[in-house]
């Protein structure tokens, strides 16, 4: 077994730094997680507006559909006879709510950023990269000719002299972000990037905006609605799988783009569309999005409450959103204060190196709007003073 031994010294190298990973086994059930017998309040799922754990919903859904609409696989891909016409209702929704000329379902958020860049790039172009950016992002950026620049995180005055520097040499330049981070939940300012773009003619946007769609914006269609952008965004990705309970992602662009995308996108060309029974619940939620407001609402409070406590104890917290990071340092010391937690009630995770930068372990607290202020409260009394870790 000596093809074996370079394995096994990787896994224990990882087990060494306390970054060994493992599947959770957990029963979920609505909002709460049920381990070795306790039942945990889920405080580490996507499910932001709590529509996954909505058992009325679902059944709301239920009712609208007849015997032709279970189809469990598209059995192909869409370019071949996988574009079943509810793909086509999904879009044409989506392109109404977003008031733009296309929209185009993807499988996946992990798929649409493998996919788009490598598509839309090529040697002549440069991307310039918000350094936190989402792991399928940095493999679509693996995957194209594109030349790509790391710029530090939400810095936008180095992000300009990066444009002014190398705008002669490149004809196309993309600057790709997400718009609510997905690990210190703080979020971009897109008006900036939208007045860079402005100036330069070369320069396109890809905002990722996986944690902010549902949840920002007045019909939850996330911080390019919220901040009153979205035409300006070249490529507008969302996903369904977080806040919309579903599964699948979508990206919003002008029709030549969506053209294109059809074309060379090989994250949509070469792989089985969604099952139509998925996609017409994705589009059930997304007709409903605009009047979850009181949710987002009872979302935003409860955020701004944990996110005021966690300073207040001598934190560093860069939130701005439902996601709240309590940061801790050492791997070590995470996995202690998620377990601490957890015999508390609370189901917390913690997130590690390679997700987050080393030495930068945190719990991550992922708020849903089925959180109610009682149980904020009990976690707040729960989280001891940054001065007390030691
Ligand atoms: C979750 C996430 C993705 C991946 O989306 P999936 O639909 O789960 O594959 C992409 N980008 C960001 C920023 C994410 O948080």
Request: proline share 4%; hydrophobic share 40%; aromatic share 8%.
């Amino acid at each position: 077994m000596e093809l074996d031994q370079y394995y096994l010294n990787e896994l224990e190298q990882l087990a060494a730094k306390g970054n060994l990973r493992r599947l959770p086994q957990a029963i979920y059930k609505g909002k709460w997680v049920e381990k070795e017998g306790q039942c945990l309040l889920n405080l580490s799922s996507n499910d932001y507006l709590g529509l996954a754990s909505d058992t009325r919903l679902r059944e709301e859904f239920m009712e609208t559909l007849s015997e032709r609409d279970f189809l469990f696989s598209a059995s192909s891909s869409r370019l071949l006879t996988g574009n079943f016409p509810v793909y086509a209702e999904l879009e044409e929704l989506l392109a109404d709510l977003y008031q733009a000329e296309g929209a185009l379902v993807l499988d996946s958020g992990y798929h649409m950023n493998v996919g788009i860049l490598p598509a839309v790039t090529d040697a002549q172009t440069l991307i310039l990269a918000d350094k936190l950016v989402h792991a399928s992002l940095i493999d679509g950026i693996r995957l194209s000719a594109a030349r790509c620049i790391r710029y530090r995180h939400q810095d936008y005055g180095q992000l300009e002299s990066l444009v002014e520097k190398y705008q002669a040499e490149y004809p196309r330049m993309v600057i790709v972000t997400e718009s609510v981070f997905s690990m210190d939940g703080d979020v971009t300012d897109l008006l900036r990037l939208v007045a860079l773009k402005r100036r330069y003619p070369q320069v396109m946007l890809y905002v990722d905006e996986a944690h902010a769609v549902g949840v920002r914006g007045a019909n939850g269609l996330g911080v390019a609605e919220e901040q009153g952008c979205i035409a300006d965004i070249d490529f507008l990705c969302g996903t369904f799988g977080k806040a919309l309970a579903s599964v699948g992602a979508f990206v919003i662009c002008r029709k030549l783009l969506r053209d294109y995308l059809v074309n060379k996108m090989r994250t949509l060309i070469f792989t089985t569309a969604l099952p139509p029974l998925n996609i017409a619940w994705t589009r059930f939620v997304v007709a409903h999005l605009p009047q979850w407001q009181e949710r987002r609402k009872h979302l935003q409070h409860l955020a701004a409450w944990l996110r005021e406590d966690i300073l207040s104890k001598g934190y560093v917290c860069p939130s701005q959103s439902h996601i709240v990071p309590l940061t801790i340092g050492a791997s070590e010391r995470a996995i202690e204060q998620a377990n601490a937690l957890q015999r508390k009630g609370f189901y917390v995770l913690p997130v590690r190196p390679p997700t987050v930068p080393e030495r930068t372990s945190r719990l991550r607290f992922s708020l849903t709007a089925a959180v109610t202020e009682e149980e904020v409260k009990r976690l707040m009394a729960c989280i001891t003073p940054k001065s007390s870790v030691v």
